[in-house]
């Protein structure tokens, strides 16, 4: 059993920052894979970025050279530090946790969640 815990989320103008964390409770060291995925309104959830247990990164296209996926293994903490924010990044982002690689699957593929944290981007 593995349990997440976003926050961080809030509401910022666009090219702000904004640092997402997600604690993680009940798993060992070994072969992993945590994500971060969002969803607006209206729309299919997406993955943004991804972590395994070697430190190797996966981002999304959209969010390339502006975000960065990060893991503090002492402190149990999952990371995403968002800049230069855009309007279109507005969504629930969701930290997820699987026990697998690859990291880049579907979101069905990770079977632990966090609640969800909401990062709202103005204009």
């Known amino acids: 059993q593995v349990q997440l815990v976003e926050s961080g989320g809030g509401s910022v103008q666009t090219g702000g920052s904004l640092r997402l964390s997600c604690a993680v409770f009940?798993?060992?060291?070994?072969?992993?894979?945590m994500g971060w995925f969002r969803q607006a309104p209206g729309k299919e959830r997406e993955g943004v970025a991804f972590?395994?247990?070697?430190?190797?990164?996966t981002y999304a296209d959209s969010v390339k050279g502006r975000f960065t996926i990060s893991q503090d293994n002492a402190k149990n903490t999952l990371y995403l530090q968002m800049n230069s924010l855009k309007h279109e990044d507005t969504a629930m982002y969701s930290c997820?946790?699987?026990?697998?690689?690859?990291?880049?699957?579907?979101?069905?593929?990770?079977?632990?969640w966090g609640q969800g944290t909401q990062v709202t981007v103005s204009s």
């Open positions: 997820a946790f699987r026990f697998l690689r690859p990291c880049w699957v579907r979101p069905l593929e990770y079977a632990y």
């Open positions: 972590i395994d247990s070697d430190d190797t990164t």
């Open positions: 009940g798993y060992t060291y070994n072969n992993y894979c």
